[in-house]
């Protein structure tokens, strides 16, 4: 199975572009993408908190909205990354990074052959941070653009499609290694 991680934040709003018409554009494209290449869709914006996760009930008119666009160009969404907390020493939690998320979402759902990132890569978080909050998957990366000086640069746009083929192309690293826990296991 192909599996595109979604952003929405610079993936299908952006700074410039941020209407419902402008969503539709760049949710077409994804549609064409997932159609070419045969991928399902799984949520990995922080707006993934507006579903959820037993019920898939969405609470969100906005979010709602996109999800009536996903049947619209016919994108199956499978679901969306967990949200995990990381123990600390003095007993507070820190929510991990998408990339653990993503990763998590793999470990558990090992039939995903495939798989890509559409994110802008979470530059406010990586200049604050100073490192990406995808670093981990960045092999799978297709980055857009939240903000651009070209306004038209901004967004999922056509060029993105061969770059998203290339990535859902490359091997899911969890799934090897899953596999190969479960031989040493027997």
């Not at 402008?22 to 990995?44: F, N, P, S």
């Not at 929510?95 to 039939?111: A, F, G, N, Q, T």
């Not at 802008?120 to 000086?149: A, F």
């Not at 499609?161 to 031989?183: A, H, P």
């Amino acid at each position: 199975m192909n599996v595109i991680f979604l952003d929405f934040d610079g993936v299908l709003n952006t700074i410039h572009y941020d209407s419902m018409e402008d969503i539709e554009r760049r949710i077409k494209i994804l549609g064409d993408i997932c159609k070419e290449y045969d991928a399902k869709v799984v949520i990995e914006a922080s707006m993934k908190d507006a579903i959820d996760e037993e019920t898939g009930y969405i609470y969100s008119d906005w979010v709602r909205g996109i999800f009536d666009l996903f049947v619209k160009y016919g994108i199956d969404c499978i679901g969306r990354t967990p949200n995990v907390e990381k123990k600390q020493s003095n007993d507070s939690y820190i929510p991990m990074w998408k990339e653990d998320e993503i990763r998590l979402y793999l470990y558990r759902h090992p039939e995903i052959d495939h798989y890509c990132v559409i994110d802008d890569d979470d530059t406010i978080n990586m200049l604050k941070w100073e490192r990406s909050d995808l670093d981990k998957v960045r092999h799978h990366l297709v980055t857009t653009k939240y903000y651009s000086d070209n306004p038209e640069e901004e967004g999922l746009l056509e060029c993105h499609k061969k770059e998203v083929g290339k990535m859902l192309k490359k091997d899911n690293e969890i799934k090897r290694l899953i596999v190969k826990r479960d031989r040493i296991k027997r």
